[in-house]
């Protein structure tokens, strides 16, 4: 871009994004009221729908094309209806696997869908990577490329069983009653009734997926592709059992990875709901208590944050050259509360610093990593004092049976009894979180398969980052990609569940072998498909008969993500090479896009087991998405109630949806009031229908921020006005062809682009045609390299503010005064609407697809324009740059005339006369003035001006006039003595500038009231400040305009 375009892109880039969001809402709201009060009114689909009655697909389709059955104002719920059916029976989104091992990869696209949870609901989440994602297959598809968009739905093992579980609970009835089979088949009834629901949703997003390739992560096919890899790995020693600490969640009862554990910093003592505990627990604190040296009246101070794993010490150490405990070494310690239980006073320097606390530090080997790598040093015992579901086991004494944290309380009662206790003290600590139950993680030791993540692999991951061969994109999340990597741990993949994909690992027992191993064994395990294969493994592995041999199945099942990071090849049928079309020709594929948030919880899996596996990358870039937070920057979260429902926002609901949301929210009286009135602020009207379109073209546009977006509802709101701004141009448009309303198009045009002369038009259709070169080139560009608010940016000063505001102003003229230009006009507004359509299609399906099919029929028209070519350049861009640069000064005197006919209040039908006076430095000043006189009736048209003057000296302006420097160029003067009442202009402002001084006094008082900054909330106090700055920009403008109408006297 050179600086005129880099110019232009920073004003359109500010006029969306910097601007008062309070006049947009002021404005939208009129909008909704008035230019489209029914499409933007409140909806209930449902009820729609009921009251309509059945029309089949294909009589449908024909009143949707019928351009004398267009509805006057562009309404999105009848817009997006029937499209998608017609488009998913046309089978326009199947990616034919045979045409795709003809041409070469680069004219192939593949991409899998991140698979949903069979549990999900649709979240703003989803409907952002639908967007993005179907915005990308589009246009590859429009390219004439073989465009594979894979759609799947995960099983989401903790989740699933999680909803099962509680609705047997709810009729009595456990799941250890019913048997693993018998709870399986109620966990698919489940899944058949009430499960994936959202993807339904999806094709109310447009989603262009291949339905016939539709993938569920516990598939026959998935299945068989997991037990394949988990026997692979195994059988390489990639996989295997260890009996060690993981985080284990007392809510699931199950082990979780590293990466599914949410850490908080716990900066001060906080209260804490545990899930299953009727009370809160005090979390942030340091407990000191004493532990006796036997047979002596000295004791060892201790201190904790988790004092009830005191019952599981077995050791207290400090450090081997600390002169405090020298005499102590070795000597034993009396646990309070467990009879019999020997401690030992020990030494290790690599736990202990003797400068820190007491300088003695309780060992528990079983219930903290510290500890346990202090319990292997020294051999020391490992007792594990919680069962599964975190209550005290037979290990811990009197407390047996209890729960965890209720014994918190209990022992520091006891301890205080025993005259042992010695205080707490606030302690900064971090403290992990179940991501999916809230639930506190407990270490624990327990048997577990893992994945072994350390050398070649890790060192692949590292390096195909590096050397770009994996891109990832926005490239900021390299380096948490390295850091990632560089500290990556082997990933524990075993869940103690019933619902997923159950490890085919068998226990081997063979009695007179003397291998009577228990489950908890590290080494006596074979991998298989079946029992019988186990068998033969098993034979062949100990040199015995199989009928010498026991197996026991393990129970746990793989770890969720296990079954998703195969999902790039599992889906096309690995392990099945044979006449495998869709592995052969759609693997390794090309983009996989999602959040950041699972950059580690999905991508860099799938990386790993490509390589492992397939030994390729699956896909060469990884484009991550922001994630979506509310308009004041907070997570959305329900128990805040400002969670923002897509279907809401497409369907529309009412103020009163919004505000019982919040109520039901779990924030304190004093918040939820709050967040209450914000709502009714924000929303009076509650959210008009804005449909998929608006919701779609709003989420990418805040793409072009990074890590997250701050989304506000009433942006969409402003991009369903813009759709219906496109619906009324195409009208205008095709009104011009024949009879004006209803349009209706005559039966001799013909669109015929190839007799477009580009060097025949006048000045606005060449210009018109170069801007929308421009745009074309831009967008692909966008498109090639994931920059999709820039590209949004581009496609809306196109259609809004060059086509709609300036063109279609612009041309009026030669339609209403049936001028020589015509024809070729009305074929210029046909390209248009092809190729601006076309290029447009990709973000917006439906209402694109809309008007497109409201075209005529011409020899190129597509079917659909979901498989119309994508537009290219035409060269009309690289034409227009002399064109541009004159059209840029005949429209900024346009502009100028109107903002200074604004200022002035003058009646629109006044066309007063317009004098020009180039600036001394103007270079070229005939030339200039040559093109304006050549150009007059267009300045005319755009600016509603009379006679134009080319002024020389100042002296020749008349007075009455006032002025503007426009363009950097010119001082131009409109005359508007003769049009309007001087004195009543004056009055009317000098009422606005006291009326607005007083506001600005009342505000300023608000703000100057004692303890203002201390009291008032922040949100406040940020929204009286950004009133007052806007009284005082009103002031200044109000003065200027004033006293340029006092020079008029």
């Known amino acids: 871009m050179d600086f005129q375009e880099n110019e232009m892109f920073r004003l359109v880039y500010h006029k969306y994004f910097a601007a008062s969001s309070k006049n947009i809402v002021d404005t939208l709201t009129r909008s909704a009221k008035t230019k489209v009060s029914k499409t933007a009114a409140l909806k209930a689909p449902t009820k729609k729908v009921e009251e309509e009655k059945f029309v089949d697909l294909e009589t449908a389709l024909k009143d949707k094309r019928n351009i004398e059955k267009m509805p006057n104002a562009y309404d999105p719920y009848t817009v997006e209806k029937h499209w998608y059916k017609w488009w998913k029976d046309s089978k326009f989104f199947h990616a034919d696997a045979k045409k795709a091992g003809e041409v070469d990869h680069s004219k192939r696209f593949v991409m899998m869908i991140p698979p949903p949870n069979v549990t999900s609901y649709l979240h703003v989440g989803h409907a952002l990577f639908v967007a993005v994602e179907d915005t990308v297959t589009r246009w590859h598809r429009m390219r004439g490329d073989v465009s594979l968009w894979l759609p799947g739905l995960d099983h989401a093992g903790i989740g699933t069983q999680s909803i099962v579980e509680k609705s047997l609970l709810k009729q ?29 949703q999806f094709e109310k997003l447009g989603a262009s997926v291949d339905w016939d390739r539709f993938r569920f992560t516990l598939d026959d096919s998935m299945n068989k592709g997991v037990t394949e890899a988990f026997i692979r790995l195994f059988e390489r020693d990639l996989i295997y059992r260890s009996y060690r600490l993981v985080n284990w969640s007392c809510k699931l009862q199950t082990a979780l990875s590293d990466i599914e554990v949410l850490y908080e910093d716990i900066t001060e003592p906080k209260m804490i709901k545990v899930p299953g505990h009727d009370e809160p627990c005090e979390f942030g604190v340091m407990i000191d208590f004493a532990y006796k040296v036997k047979d002596s009246d000295r004791e060892l101070i201790v201190s904790t944050t988790r004092i009830e794993t005191m019952l599981g010490d077995v050791a207290v150490a400090v450090h081997s050259t600390d002169p405090r405990y020298q005499d102590l070494i070795g000597k034993k310690l009396i646990h309070p509360f467990i009879p019999g239980r020997e401690m030992t006073v020990i030494t290790d320097d690599v736990l202990v610093n003797k400068e820190l606390g007491t300088g003695a530090v309780k060992i528990t080997p079983a219930h903290d990593y510290n500890d346990c790598n202090c319990g292997l040093r020294n051999k020391l015992e490992f007792i594990n004092i919680l069962n599964n579901d975190g209550t005290i086991n037979e290990n811990g004494g009197p407390y047996k049976g209890m729960k965890r944290f209720d014994v918190r309380n209990k022992i520091i009662k006891d301890l205080e009894a025993k005259g042992l206790y010695r205080g707490k003290k606030t302690n900064v600590m971090r403290l992990g979180f179940c991501q999916r139950s809230g639930d506190v993680i407990e270490p ?150 999602t959040g950041h948030d699972i950059l580690f919880f999905w991508v860099a899996k799938m990386v790993m087991m490509g390589y492992f596996l397939t030994d390729k990358l699956p ?9 979506v937070r509310d308009k004041d920057g907070e ?120 007799s477009l002369n580009y060097d025949a038009l006048p000045l606005i259709d060449k210009w018109i045609l170069g801007r929308l070169d421009y745009c074309i080139e831009n967008v692909c560009n966008c498109l090639e390299n994931y920059k999709f608010g820039e590209m949004t940016l581009f496609l809306k000063d196109f259609w809004h503010y060059e086509f709609c505001d300036v063109y279609l102003e612009a041309i009026k003229p030669v339609f209403n005064k049936d001028l020589p230009e015509k024809k070729g006009t009305q074929t210029v507004l046909f390209t248009v609407f092809d190729q601006g359509l076309r290029a447009l299609h990709p973000l917006m399906p439906f209402i694109t697809e809309e008007l497109y099919q409201k075209l005529p029929n011409w020899a190129q028209k597509a079917e659909s324009i979901s498989i119309a ?79 134009i003057n080319i002024s020389t000296k100042r002296e020749d302006i008349p007075k009455g006039c006032v002025m503007d420097v426009s363009h950097n160029t010119a001082e131009v003067y409109l005359y508007i003595k003769d049009h309007i009442d001087i004195p009543k202009q004056i009055e009317r402002l000098e009422k606005e500038i006291k009326n607005t001084e007083d506001q600005l006094e009342k505000l300023n008082k608000k703000m100057s009231v004692a303890n203002y900054a201390e009291k008032v909330p922040q949100k406040v106090k940020d929204e009286n400040s950004t009133k007052f700055n806007n009284y005082k920009t009103s002031l200044e403008k109000l003065g200027a305009e004033l006293a340029n109408f006092k020079k008029l006297l």
């Not at 619902?499 to 009577?516: D, F, N, Q, S």
């Not at 068998?535 to 993500?561: C, F, P, R």
């Not at 959305?636 to 009163?656: A, H, R, Y």
């Not at 602020?681 to 804005?690: K, L, M, R, S």
Request: with cysteine; glycine share 6%; charged share 25%.
């Open 172 to 200: 009595g009835i456990n799941k250890n009653q019913l048997g693993r089979e018998k709870f399986l088949d109620k966990v698919w009834e489940w899944k058949e009734k009430h499960g994936g629901g959202i993807m339904t």
């Open 444 to 593: 624990l030791l327990r048997p577990q398969w893992y994945v072994n993540c350390q050398g070649e692999i890790r060192d692949k991951m590292i390096n195909c980052v590096k050397a770009k061969e994996l891109k990832i994109v926005p490239d900021i999340f390299e380096q948490d990609w390295f850091k990632w990597t560089e500290g990556l741990k082997d990933w524990c993949i075993s869940r103690q569940l019933w619902w997923g994909h159950r490890i085919p690992a068998y226990l081997v027992t063979i009695e007179e072998k003397g291998i009577t191993p228990q489950i908890s064994d590290e080494k006596h395990w074979v991998a298989a498909h079946n029992e019988a294969e186990a068998l033969e493994k098993a034979a062949k592995k100990y040199g015995v008969d199989k009928s010498k041999i026991k197996l026991q199945q393990d129970d746990d099942v793989l770890d969720t993500w296990f079954s998703s990071a195969l999902f790039p090849f599992t889906t096309l049928g690995w392990p099945d090479m044979d006449g495998n079309e869709d592995l052969k020709n759609f693997y390794p594929g090309h983009l996989l896009e």
């Open 619 to 627: 896909f060469n870039t990884v484009f991550l998405h922001n994630l």
């Open 635 to 754: 997570k959305m979260s329900k128990s805040k109630g400002n969670v923002i429902d897509p279907i809401d926002v497409i369907d529309g609901t009412s103020l009163e949806n919004l505000v019982d949301r919040v109520k039901q929210g779990t924030l304190p009286q004093d918040e939820m009031d709050y967040h209450c009135k914000r709502r009714a602020e924000d929303y009076p009207n509650g959210i008009p229908a804005c449909g998929t379109d608006a919701l779609r073209f709003s989420l990418l546009a805040y793409s072009i921020q990074a890590r997250y977006m701050n989304m506000d509802v009433r942006r969409i709101i402003s991009d369903r006005l813009f759709l219906n701004k496109i619906w009324n141009a195409f009208k205008f448009s095709l009104s011009q062809l024949g009879p004006k309303m209803p349009p209706k198009i005559p039966q001799d045009f013909v669109y015929d682009f190839a």
């Open 869 to 947: 070519p994508y537009p290219s350049s035409n060269g009309w861009n690289t034409k227009s740059a002399q064109l541009n640069i004159d059209f840029a000064l005949l429209n900024a005197i346009a502009s100028s005339a109107r903002k200074l006919a604004s200022s002035a209040n003058l009646p629109k039908n006044a066309n007063p006369q317009l004098y020009i006076l180039f600036l001394e430095n103007t270079n070229n000043k005939d030339t200039l003035a040559k093109t304006i006189q050549d150009n007059e009736q267009l300045i005319n048209t755009l600016g509603n001006t009379g006679k």
